[in-house]
């Protein structure tokens, strides 16, 4: 099993991280307005969602996806 330093990992999908949320808080209200009905006739949208639950959501996801891949699939141990 690999280990790496776990600050440097934190750091690098940190900033990765950062530019994601910038992404979804500049490109918020242009997507309420277009993507929105466009996306609904795929998949069902639950509605009167607000920026902060998306951004929670979005944290939830990108953390938890990084460390499985990362520590059950690449067998990567993070040494802090």
Known sequence: MREIDGWR????YGVLYLLIMIFIVVSY???QT???PIAS???PIAGNN???KNMIVT????WGSLLFYTIFIQK???KF
């Open 29 to 31: 209200p242009m997507a």
């Open 76 to 78: 990567i141990r993070l």
């Open 9 to 12: 990992f934190v750091g690098y």
């Open 50 to 52: 607000s920026l902060l």
């Open 59 to 62: 944290t939830l996801m990108y």
């Open 41 to 43: 006739l795929i998949f």
């Open 34 to 36: 277009f993507a929105k």
